[in-house]
């Protein structure tokens, strides 16, 4: 008897259906904090990547009757969507106007529409977005729910209505079943981090709890918005140069090297396929596979293209991470540094690092270690990433004049348009050489310029020790002095006498007693 095996193929919709976990879904917790996130980054990615100060407000509302059904609402003053590509946006996935090679926060075309799907699994809603984009004359509404089996969106309602204050951006309202008690600390760190690295930004999350949490904007300084680039030869592979083959207008293979890549130009193109041996004037749509598979090769190896360049990155900057922590934190030192590009097959990377110390920060066991990946706040498997590795093993703090318990945050951010995540959670960054070199380094200036802080503070309070030392005894050389005066026809002013001394230590010691403004102040020890 012969069995049949029964062969179909699943939408990418189905797909995910079956996988949540893949996407972060995993369970009622996860999923509520993957949601927010979700929502959060497609509304980060509609305003600063595209030059608007940010001002985003999140609510998540317990449902009155059915238990953990919470309502979350992100709501943003971004660009907008057009309102023929609502319903794909949210209802298709694997829909994306991000598939460009561009530094955003969203990357898979997946996370808006998780949400959606997610909700529609557990509570069977539709899902409500409200779009104006800029200068568009009306604000459209969609309900809409998302088709499994075909991958594509059910609109339910729909209407729209005269945009008479001219609003620009996106609301978008979900329902789905969650656990607050369990994702409540990541939800309110994911948005705290997230406020560090965005000050320009104005954000602003209801709880549940009834709890209202304010970040208010503390600068309108904001990175420059990254910009599309081309991709490097060596960042290709084989369907990506048939992609980009059967899209180019150019008529041959040395045009086509010149104009589709970046980090080649004329004569570099020209070098190349001299180099190899390949025809200039060939025309790339006109390649056997062999050819093909004979330049990718050539293209991946060849050594003297251009570095891949960075302008479609968009760091953060060091003086915005220096004004994020210190707003967020409130140390009392702080500094960052974002280094020069470096190439990670093929792809530029920029690393950035930040420290806090001291003032409002808690002292801990081990550097508190605040992690993101353009511009996202990375909050799951802290131990296992290469950032980790950096500051709990490679790093000897004591150099640096820090001992635990002390009161330390690392910022680390890694940006570029392809970053090595360990697994598919994007939760943590793998160990490559080149990654772990950059953060070390980065660490390591920082570390010394905290250390110079640190020394000049332990100075200062050594120096103030001994002074007080001194004017603690003011009081007794003033008395004894009045015994000497005895003989003295002239009474001593006792308080006059006092002050002139304490007058002249002061000035001897300079800034450091600036605090202290009589004898009196340190009469008691202050050990
Ligand atoms: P991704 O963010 O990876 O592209 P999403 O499913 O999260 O995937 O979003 C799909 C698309 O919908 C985005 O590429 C973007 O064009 C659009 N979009 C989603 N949310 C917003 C928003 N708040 N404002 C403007 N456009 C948005
Ligand atoms: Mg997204």
Known sequence: MSVMEKFRSISPSEFFYRNKEIAGFANPARALYQSVRELIENALDATDAHGILPDISISIERDAQKVNVYRISVKDNGIGIP??????????????????????????????????????????????????????KKVYMYKLQ????????????????????GWHGTMVRVAIEGDWGKSKQKVLEYVRRTAIVTPYANIVLK??????KV??????????????????????????LKTMISETKMQTLVEFLAEEFQGVGRVIA??????????????????????????VKALKEFNEFRKPRSEHLSPIGAELIRIGLSAILRPEFVDAVTRKPVV????????????????????LEEPLLLRFANKIPLLYDEKSDVAWKVVSENIDWNYYNIAFPAPIAILVHICGTKIPYKGLGKESIADVPIIEREIEEGVRAIARSLKL???????????????????????????????????????????????????????????????????????????
């Open 83 to 136: 309102e023929n590509y609502i319903p794909d946006a949210f209802g298709r996935v694997l829909f994306s106007s991000k598939y460009v090679l561009r530094q955003t926060r969203g990357l898979f075309g997946l996370g808006a529409k998780m949400v959606i799907l997610y909700g529609q699994i557990t509570v069977g809603e539709p899902a409500e977005i409200i779009s104006a984009t800029i200068n568009s």
């Open 146 to 165: 998302i088709d499994i089996k075909e991958n594509k969106p059910i609109v339910i309602e729909k209407a729209s209505w005269p945009n008479k204050t």
């Open 207 to 212: 709880t549940p709890d009834e709890e209202i």
């Open 215 to 240: 970040y208010h904007r503390v600068t309108d300084k904001m990175p420059p918005p990254p910009r599309e680039a081309k991709p490097h030869p060596h960042g290709i592979d084989m369907e990506m």
């Open 270 to 295: 020209e070098r190349f396929i001299q180099t190899y041996g390949f025809d200039p004037n060939v025309n790339p749509k006109t390649l056997s596979k062999e050819a093909l598979e004979k330049l």
């Open 344 to 363: 990670y097959e093929g792809h530029a990377i920029v690393v950035e690092v930040g420290i806090a110390y001291g003032g409002a920060i808690e002292l």
């Open 453 to 527: 802080y640190i020394m000049r503070k332990q100075k200062e309070e050594e120096t103030m020790r001994k002074a007080i030392t001194i004017i603690k005894y003011i009081p007794e050389v003033v008395n004894a002095m009045a015994v000497f005066a005895r003989s003295n026809p002239e009474p001593i002013d006792r308080n006059l006498l006092e002050l002139k001394l304490f007058e002249l230590i002061k000035a001897r010691f300079g800034d450091t007693l600036k605090n202290i403004s009589s004898p009196r102040d340190v009469v008691m020890p202050i050990e």
